[in-house]
């Protein structure tokens, strides 16, 4: 008789998905879920806020625009979500490293709790009126974006990013042409690595369809939406730190 595949708990399954030994498996599951978080983030955060807050192209870009047109305002803010980005991501190597050096058992879970625990703080982030708080609204969710951004190129080896829509839209495309080049000239060229994109357009549909639930869910709720991707990732980090914390 064939051995009936072994089904996790959910408190198990979360310390698999977020401990130090890794598998392609593990890292692709995480990386859904965590795609799925950032899409409603900055979809639901450019419904609250009236900007993205993963898309430091644009940034870049608009603080290029702003200085040329004399926005200068404009252009600060701009650099400060940069900067909020830039620091999240440092902070979440930081926490890795710290945790790796200490021998915790739960290195990735650690950002990921920090995460989840500044979206449980973004979920307040209606009492913050006025053009300064909404500044330090967008600021906030650019540094938990950084942070997940960093966390997930970590875990992963720089194989998988789940803000990176751009970059993984552009694999896509290679992937398809390819494919096209391999079917026109058969036996000539690489031909695309199916793996690889099925991985992306599972990633991209799903930050799409977190996209959606954010918008959604910001313009019924408001600023508490943030509590469900809150509570997601803490689901998925604090079980790993439970068990280091039992067994220190």
Known sequence: MTPRPRILRPIALARVLTGH?????????????????????????????GAYTSHMTGYLSQVADSLVIGQVRVALVAVAAIGAFVTGAAFSTILINWARIRHVGGQYALPIAVQGGLLACFAG?????????RVFSLTCLCFI??????????????????????????DIGIELGRAAFRRAHPGRGRGADRTRLAIHLQLVGTFVAGGVAGALGFAHAGFAFALLPAAILLALSVP???RRRGRA
């Open 145 to 170: 974006m950084g942070m997940q951004n960093a966390t997930i190129t970590k875990i992963s080896g720089a194989r998988i990013r789940t803000t990176h829509a751009t970059g993984m839209i552009t």
């Open 21 to 49: 030994r890794r598998s392609r498996g593990s890292d692709l599951v995480l990386a859904t879920v965590l795609a799925a978080v950032a899409g409603a983030s900055n979809a639901g955060g450019f419904f609250a806020l």
């Open 125 to 133: 982030g209606g009492v913050f009126t006025g053009e300064w708080g």
């Open 240 to 242: 790993a730190l439970w």
